[in-house]
C-alpha cells in the first residue's frame, strides 16, 4: 500500500514539474499565435476576408436558428430568397450551419433574416482559440 502512495506522489510530481518547467517566452509565443479551431464544421474555413482584416468568424457561413413549428417549406422558401444553402443541421430540429451563396457579408444577410417572423436569431460561424 505505502508503495503506491509513493508511486503516486512520485508521477504527481513530475506533471507538476512538467507543467511549471514551460518558460514565460514560450507561453507568451503560445498565446501570441492561437490556432484557430471552429466549432461549427467547415469544409474549407478562411480566417481572414479578402481585405486582409482578420474576423472572428468564417466569412460566408451563418447560424440560423428558426423557431419551433417552422416548415422545412418555409425553411426552404427563406433559404431560397436569402440566396442560402445549409451545410449541416447542427442540432435538430432548428439550427443550421448555412453557407451564403450570393457573396453577401454575413452582417447583410443578418439583417435580411431578421425581417422573417420565423426566424429566432441569425448569427456568424464564429471561431474559437485555444490559448
Known sequence: MRRTNIIQ???IFLLTISCADRHPEAQ????????AVE?????QPKLSPAGGETKNYIPG???VKFRDGT???TKKAIQKEVHLETI???SKPNLYLMRILDGSPVEGVMERL???KEVQYAEPNYIRTIQ
Open 9 to 11: 506522489l512520485l508521477v
Open 28 to 35: 507568451e509565443k503560445a498565446t501570441s499565435h492561437p490556432q
Open 39 to 43: 466549432i461549427q464544421a467547415s469544409d
Open 61 to 63: 457561413e451563418i447560424l
Open 71 to 73: 416548415t422545412d417549406q
Open 88 to 90: 449541416r443541421i447542427v
Open 114 to 116: 431578421a425581417i422573417f
